[in-house]
């Protein structure tokens, strides 16, 4: 029991790298705040976009949102990060894991808001449009408020599920909890640092995923 | 233009790194077809826990789900795979991939046939009670076929949320698909075979996906 504890719950071992978790907390936070703020604007954009139904514009985002979420986010990691230095873009890690996490959140964001979007019945538009408002105001002051609502849960989950991709930062160096937690690990000997990862990131989501939790009870998505 | 064309699209090495990519996508399909079957198995036992009628039992499950849902998957899997083995417990990166996988995709699976289960009114189960059926039989035969219709888009997205998280098993050096491509890379100094890699990946879920957008859409009309 005591050797247990001494390997994954070392006091010593705990003080030392404390410093290097807490740290990669802030970098996971970092990098979350950003992939979740331009995901979703951009997914929310793409989705005005495409509530224009031009055909080859509404084409194009298909393609690519599907793309996005057909592919794995570690392959498009991997393809960006060794792909485009040797073609003389270099691009920091972190840069790269922004840019990967939030195009496929973006895409994700796009679908839900779009079927957001399509939820909203006809006659609103024809009523808002008839009172005299352009069709962007329609959308904006009509449309969006209503579906936006109904995109709150799966929405949340989703954004959620992304944000817990930073962890494959580690793999493209950076410096995020899992990547600070397996070094102190392989330095140590011991695997006290990753017990430590493991409890950050449950400190950092928990209280998310309860959010979501409570959002999906609050906001009943489809049969309400 | 044209060193972007020999960087990511370049045949000749797609050719050579062909062989070995394609023993990594049996890997793949390999690891798929323990964990989505064992999942969804899993998240039904997962599910039904979560609505005991015992408040211990359903807080516990409720408890083990946000766990599993909170933790990336990454950091199971290294958990599992590095950090085990300090406790005396030595796993292949297969076993280790199964079991990191199986916990977390378990949890999500689980609360879908959860949202299934609540959506089947209540009187369904007293109905089919009342003539009679067991309760395993009232959920097999009359709750869960209904529950199933009802999230169907979620089962199926999730699953397709399986297939994309077997990537990670790269990490663990399981030589699975991107693993493999990979190891094209480093030795070609290429990205094609991690094009090669995507190309795949893209042919098996893209239609899929398309079938997700459809299925959602009909639901919410």
């Given at each position: 029991m005591s050797r247990f504890l001494d390997t994954f719950f070392n006091a010593t071992v705990f003080e030392r790298y404390l410093p290097a978790i807490l740290r990669g907390m802030a970098v996971t936070v970092e990098v979350a705040v950003v992939v979740v703020i331009t995901g979703i604007l951009l997914g929310l954009a793409l989705a005005i976009v495409r509530s224009f139904r031009v055909r080859i514009i509404n084409g194009l985002i298909v393609v690519?949102?599907?793309?996005?979420?057909?592919?794995?986010?570690?392959?498009?990691?991997?393809?960006?990060?060794?792909?485009?230095?040797?073609?003389?873009?270099?691009?920091?890690?972190?840069?790269?894991?922004?840019?990967?996490?939030?195009?496929?959140?973006?895409?994700?964001?796009?679908?839900?808001?779009?079927?957001?979007i399509l939820s909203i019945p006809k006659g609103q538009w024809e009523a808002a449009r008839s009172t005299g408002l352009s069709f962007l105001a329609t959308l904006v002051h009509v449309v969006l408020p209503q579906a936006i609502r109904l995109t709150v849960p799966p929405l949340t989950n989703r954004t959620i599920a992304?944000?817990?991709?930073?962890?494959?930062?580690?793999?493209?160096?950076?410096?995020?909890?899992?990547n600070q937690a397996t070094a102190a690990q392989s330095f140590s000997g011991n695997a006290t640092p990753l017990m430590m990862g493991a409890i950050a990131y449950l400190i950092l989501f928990v209280p998310v995923v309860a959010l979501g939790r409570f959002l999906e009870t609050r906001f009943a998505w489809r049969r309400a | 233009m044209q060193a972007l064309v020999d960087q990511f699209f370049n045949f000749a090495i797609m050719a050579q790194a062909l062989p070995l990519i394609l023993a990594g996508l049996r890997q793949t399909i390999l690891i798929c077809l323990i964990v989505v079957p064992l999942g969804l198995v899993g998240g039904l036992a997962v599910a039904l826990l979560s609505l005991s009628p015992r408040r211990v039992v359903r807080w516990a499950a409720i408890a083990a789900i946000d766990f599993f849902r909170a933790i990336p998957p990454l950091v199971l899997l290294i958990f599992v795979y590095s950090g085990l083995p300090f406790a005396g417990i030595r796993t292949s990166p297969l076993t280790?991939?199964?079991?990191?996988?199986?916990?977390?995709?378990?949890?999500?699976?689980?609360?879908?046939?959860?949202?299934?289960?609540?959506?089947?009114?209540?009187?369904?189960w007293d109905a089919a009670r009342s003539?009679?059926?067991?309760?395993w039989q009232a959920l097999l035969y009359v709750v869960l076929p209904q529950a199933v219709r009802n999230v169907l888009p979620d089962l199926v997205s999730n699953t397709v949320e399986v297939v994309k998280l077997t990537s990670i098993a790269?990490?663990?050096?399981?030589?699975?698909?991107?693993?493999?491509?990979d190891m094209a890379r480093s030795v070609t100094f290429n990205s094609s075979p991690i094009v090669l890699a995507a190309a795949i990946y893209l042919a098996a879920l893209w239609p899929i996906v398309r079938l997700i957008s459809r299925l959602e859409r009909r639901i919410a009309a």
């Open positions: 690519l949102v599907d793309m996005f979420r057909a592919l794995p986010p570690m392959v498009l990691l991997l393809l960006v990060y060794f792909g485009l230095p040797n073609v003389g873009i270099n691009v920091p890690s972190f840069a790269v894991l922004w840019l990967v996490l939030a195009l496929v959140l973006a895409a994700f964001a796009e679908e839900i808001f779009w079927a957001g992304i944000t817990k991709n930073t962890a494959l930062g580690t793999v493209i160096g950076v410096g995020e909890i899992l | 280790a991939v199964a079991i990191a996988f199986l916990l977390n995709t378990s949890s999500y699976y689980g609360e879908i046939y959860r949202a299934g289960i609540e959506s089947v009114g209540a009187g369904q003539t009679g059926l067991r309760a790269s990490v663990v050096a399981l030589p699975e698909l991107l693993y493999s491509a």
